[in-house]
């Protein structure tokens, strides 16, 4: 009965939330920016037409990606423009005069906050169905909606004001989150490796609602939340590792303002250009 009084008042929470950022003059729609894809995806507008998904690519609500088989996607989630990430490690800029030489030059800027992390797993078909954020002056609320039509999602969810929301849909489930780092699936299940989430899924033909904390996992068929195995933790968190540290990586990188020459003679880096011979 607690754990479904939980639930209940997460979603009245986030109709209440809905309605106050919808009204509030200071809303603005968030990003989802595609930092890193392995293998082929592809996204549509309108659930129509469908386009190839590129790295450093935003979309906003209404958007739906689709990843192919033996593909993985990465999004960073937030109330900022990711726009000149690209699929590049290297980021080098040649001393004055080496164009000649043909080396290649990069150069990015932009002032980014960690973002929400989400990947996608392969087969995967994940919805944005709302993205909003409003700051009220004391506190950034962000109302988030996603849709996971199949397959599986890694999430990692900063810790978000008591009147912002998180909520992943499922065709029979929903799971609302608040600093939290996840594993979920369409069919319910969830693996919880930081923080807490409440899922609410139909269990033969019933609602079950549960309170999965951290290193705990809840199954669709029985409706039970059970521990991890030590070894089960280690694998989670390695992957939680892993997704993280490429998005953040990725934006780092990309919001790294300090330009490189690079010597077209010695290849010898510098942040400040030599002089060219008079």
Not at 88 to 95: C, H, I, K, M, T
Not at 204 to 233: H, M, R, S, Y
Not at 235 to 259: F, L, M, Y
Request: proline share 5%; aromatic share 6%; glycine share 8%.
């Amino acid at each position: 009965m607690k754990t479904a009084h939980i639930f209940a008042a997460a979603a009245l929470c986030g109709l209440a939330l809905s309605f106050a950022i919808s009204a509030n003059a200071q809303s603005r729609p968030g990003f989802a920016t595609v930092v890193s894809i392995q293998g082929q995806a592809r996204y549509s507008n309108d659930g129509n037409a469908w386009h190839p998904l590129t790295v450093g690519q935003t979309l906003g609500a209404g958007a739906v990606i689709q990843t192919a088989a033996d593909s993985v996607v990465d999004l960073a989630l937030g109330n900022k423009n990711f726009p000149h990430i690209a699929q590049a490690s290297d980021r080098v800029a040649p001393v004055v005069g080496a164009a000649s030489f043909g080396l290649p030059s990069y150069h990015s800027s932009y002032v980014a906050t960690a973002p929400n992390v989400i990947r996608l797993y392969a087969d995967t078909v994940l919805a944005v169905n709302k993205l909003l954020t409003s700051n009220t002056g004391v506190d950034a609320l962000t109302d988030t909606e996603l849709d996971l039509r199949q397959g599986t999602i890694f999430g990692n969810v900063k810790k978000q004001s008591s009147a912002s929301q998180f909520v992943v849909k499922m065709p029979n489930a929903a799971a609302a989150v608040r600093g939290t780092t996840f594993v979920l699936s369409a069919n319910g299940d969830i693996t919880v490796t930081d923080g807490s989430c409440v899922i609410s899924a139909i269990v033969n033909g019933q609602t079950v609602t549960q309170v999965v904390d951290a290193g705990e996992k809840f199954d669709p068929a029985t409706g039970l939340v059970t521990k991890l195995t030590p070894e089960q933790i280690v694998v989670a968190e390695q992957t939680a590792v892993q997704v993280v540290t490429i998005v953040e990586g990725a934006i780092s990188v990309a919001n790294d303002e300090t330009t490189v020459y690079v010597s077209p003679t010695t290849g010898i880096k510098a942040e400040t250009p030599t002089p060219p011979p008079l």
